[in-house]
């Protein structure tokens, strides 16, 4: 079973920039694909950002496409979201998901945007 640890939340200004980091406990990283979901009170989680397994395919939410890049280095097992430009609407708890037959989720990462 993956486990998933996510770092690098925070409170930051709108327009600043955060970067979140998943680190991924299984060997067999490399066969996942990696996802970015977030989640607000009162609503369901949503999907952000995907990588495929060797990093060549990449799909955003409409909400976020110019502003985040989700990367991966297989090496390190880590995920990664670079966020630029966040907006107060970005404010939510975020979720890695390594994805697979199943799907396995970290704890979350609190991030939280000021206007």
């Known amino acids: 079973q993956v486990q998933l640890v996510e770092s690098g939340g925070g409170l930051v200004q709108a327009g600043g920039s955060l970067r979140l980091s998943c680190a991924a406990s299984?060997?067999?990283?490399?066969?996942?694909?990696m996802g970015w979901f977030r989640q607000t009170p009162g609503k369901e989680r949503a999907f952000v950002a995907r990588?495929?397994?060797?990093?060549?395919?990449?799909n955003y939410a409409d909400s976020v496409k110019g502003r985040f890049t989700i990367s991966r280095d297989n090496a390190k097992n880590t995920v990664y979201l670079q966020m630029n430009n966040l907006k107060s609407e970005d404010t939510a708890v975020y979720y890695c998901a390594a994805i697979n037959e199943r799907v396995y989720w970290g704890q979350g990462t609190q991030v939280t945007v000021s206007s």
């Open positions: 299984d060997r067999t990283f490399s066969s996942y694909a």
């Open positions: 990588i495929s397994a060797n990093g060549g395919s990449k």
